[in-house]
Nanobody, 120 residues
Framework: QVQLVESGGGLVQAGGSLRLSCTAS????????MGWYRQAPGKQRELVAA???????NYADSVKGRVTISRDNAKNTAYLQMNSLKPEDTAVYYC??????????????WGQGTQVTVSS
């Protein structure tokens, strides 16, 4: 079982920055793929950014160039640095950890979510 605790959300003006943190416990962090998803009211949850256990990253087109995902395996923590925030970035942001088991089965774990609100 993997437990995820997020922090760093809040209210920011358009053009501002926020850094979200997600600290994991209950598993070997360096073996986990980590991701950040978001869900705006009335919309489906969508991937924002992901980072593999090896450090490879991918981003949603809507955030490329404005967002950076990173991880610190020594601190069991993944980060999402968001710059040049726009009102359309307003959503609940969820941390995801993906654990691959022997045989290829993957298990997903989710944090409780943190609200990001960008005012215009």
């Amino acid at each position: 079982q993997v437990q995820l605790v997020e922090s760093g959300g809040g209210l920011v003006q358009a053009g501002g920055s926020l850094r979200l943190s997600c600290t994991a416990s209950g598993s070997i962090f360096s073996n986990l793929a980590m991701g950040w998803y978001r869900q705006a009211p009335g919309k489906q949850r969508e991937l924002v950014a992901a980072i593999t256990s090896g450090g490879s990253t991918n981003y949603a087109d809507s955030v490329k160039g404005r967002v950076t995902i990173s991880r610190d395996n020594a601190k069991n923590t993944a980060y999402l640095q968001m710059n040049s925030l726009k009102p359309e970035d307003t959503a609940v942001y969820y941390c995801n950890a993906r654990k691959r088991l022997i045989g290829g089965l993957e298990l997903d774990y989710w944090g409780q979510g943190t609200q990001v609100t960008v005012s215009s």
